[in-house]
């Protein structure tokens, strides 16, 4: 059975640029070195978290590029901390792109809210839609329209029709089709 190699931080280098590389100095003398510093997974304090006198629990998720490891102050309690050797994005690029994601999904929310205050069914909807969606950017595309649109008659009509073109006969909601359900 796998151990995690337990080791006390010595020192540890967090560098200034999201790019540049985190080095971690070890009592015993080794070092982990390799992940960028924006690579750790939902950057956020961790300079406050890991620091000299803090233990390590060391383990790499076997095939994969994300190293994961566990950080304590007593070798009690441990937190999970996640880094990735592939490329995670900055908090600042991540802000950016939820940002984006949404306003996209809002922008074309309010064009279904129009489309369905102008009487269009489900099938007119779908041919007017962006062809940018997934799955899940389309089911909350049309959750919006239908909760924004002012013609409550023909959004019902339209929530009733989507939720049953996925197998939901609910006025319940609005089904999103990038979930499935798995049953017998």
């Given at each position: 059975?796998?151990?995690?190699?337990?080791?006390?931080?010595?020192?540890?280098?967090?560098?200034?640029?999201?790019?540049d590389?985190?080095?971690?100095?070890?009592?015993?003398?080794?070092?982990?070195s390799?992940?960028?510093?924006?690579?750790?997974?939902?950057?956020?304090?961790?300079?406050?978290?890991?620091k000299?006198g803090?233990?390590?629990?060391?383990?790499?998720?076997?095939?994969?590029?994300i190293?994961?490891?566990?950080?304590?102050?007593?070798?009690?309690?441990w937190?999970?901390?996640w880094?990735?050797?592939?490329?995670?994005p900055?908090?600042?690029?991540?802000?950016?792109?939820?940002?984006?994601y949404?306003?996209?999904?809002?922008?074309e929310?309010?064009?279904?809210?129009?489309?369905?205050?102008?009487?269009?069914s489900?099938?007119q909807?779908?041919?007017?839609?962006?062809?940018?969606?997934?799955?899940?950017?389309?089911?909350?595309?049309?959750?919006?329209?239908?909760?924004?649109?002012?013609?409550?008659?023909?959004?019902?009509?339209i929530?009733?029709?989507?939720?049953?073109?996925?197998?939901?006969?609910?006025?319940?909601?609005?089904?999103?089709?990038a979930?499935?359900?798995?049953?017998?």
């Amino acid at each position: 059975m796998f151990e995690p190699r337990e080791e006390e931080l010595e020192k540890v280098e967090w560098p200034k640029e999201d790019k540049d590389r985190v080095t971690f100095y070890f009592k015993r003398g080794s070092i982990w070195s390799g992940a960028k510093r924006k690579d750790f997974w939902r950057l956020g304090a961790w300079e406050d978290l890991i620091k000299p006198g803090t233990w390590f629990k060391l383990q790499t998720v076997g095939y994969s590029g994300i190293i994961g490891f566990q950080i304590s102050t007593d070798r009690k309690t441990w937190k999970d901390v996640w880094c990735a050797l592939n490329n995670f994005p900055t908090k600042k690029e991540e802000e950016k792109s939820d940002k984006a994601y949404f306003n996209f999904v809002e922008r074309e929310g309010k064009k279904i809210a129009k489309w369905i205050d102008a009487g269009k069914s489900l099938g007119q909807i779908d041919d007017l839609i962006d062809d940018g969606h997934t799955g899940n950017t389309y089911g909350c595309a049309l959750a919006y329209g239908i909760q924004h649109a002012k013609n409550k008659s023909n959004s019902d009509k339209i929530k009733i029709s989507h939720n049953m073109k996925h197998g939901v006969i609910s006025d319940k909601g609005v089904v999103n089709p990038a979930i499935i359900t798995i049953g017998r």
